[in-house]
């Protein structure tokens, strides 16, 4: 039996604020934003040949209903995380509100040592660093993805999104990543940031630590 599938996506925009950047570049930039569009288009490639995939035929070892619904993960991962990143970016000289900052400092003890283990988690993966509320213990965590569907934690939402393959920084700084780190929290946009924290009910203490 057929079954329906969502409407196709489409690749947004870019706000103007992610051309003029200090420390990541109009060109860093378009280039970044064609893999992103990339990802647009496989995900809906793959979403139009999973209805009519071989059900019957799905397998463990191989099959391509199997194949079909792995690739969609890194596909449609990779339009969600550089959306959440992309966005997260453009705001050089904005701040994070009192919720947020509440967020940050209940879950890390400081912005400072928030920052430092991000940077440390953006150096140590080979794709992505995440700090994500978890909705099981309502605290922010860093989490480490080595490609856009790898070491996922379930339940928990992408609240700041630090994309650290080489393509995201390697026109402005050749292989060097720190740099482009410090550059990614000079521009980051916390009005969008506070945005998405204004959203979650954040609790009023952390649960159990998880
Ligand atoms: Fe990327």
């Known amino acids: 039996m057929a079954i329906t599938m969502p409407k196709e996506l489409t690749a947004k925009q870019l706000p103007q604020a992610l051309f003029e950047m200090d420390g990541i570049s109009r060109r860093q930039i378009e280039e970044h934003y064609t893999l992103y569009e990339g990802y647009v288009k496989k995900t809906n490639e793959i979403r139009s040949k999973l209805p009519n995939a071989d059900r019957a035929a799905a397998n463990q070892a191989f099959s391509e209903f199997r194949e079909l619904k792995v690739e969609l993960s890194f596909a449609l991962d990779g339009v969600k995380l550089h959306e959440s990143y992309f966005w997260n970016l453009g705001g050089a000289g904005s701040q994070p509100n009192q919720k947020t900052r509440e967020l940050i400092e209940r879950s890390f003890g400081s912005i400072e040592a928030w920052q430092e283990d991000l940077k440390a988690t953006g150096i140590a993966g080979r794709g992505w660093a995440i700090t994500a509320f978890d909705f099981d213990d309502n605290r922010l965590h860093n989490y480490i993805a080595d490609a856009h569907n790898s070491y996922g934690i ?57």
């Open 154 to 210: 379930w339940n928990a939402m992408p609240v700041i999104v630090l994309d650290t393959y080489e393509h995201a920084y390697v026109i402005d700084y050749g292989v060097k990543r720190p740099p482009y780190i410090e550059a990614f929290f000079r521009n980051l946009n916390w009005d969008e940031i506070n945005k998405r924290v204004d959203g979650l009910d954040i609790g009023e203490e952390p649960r159990a630590a998880m």
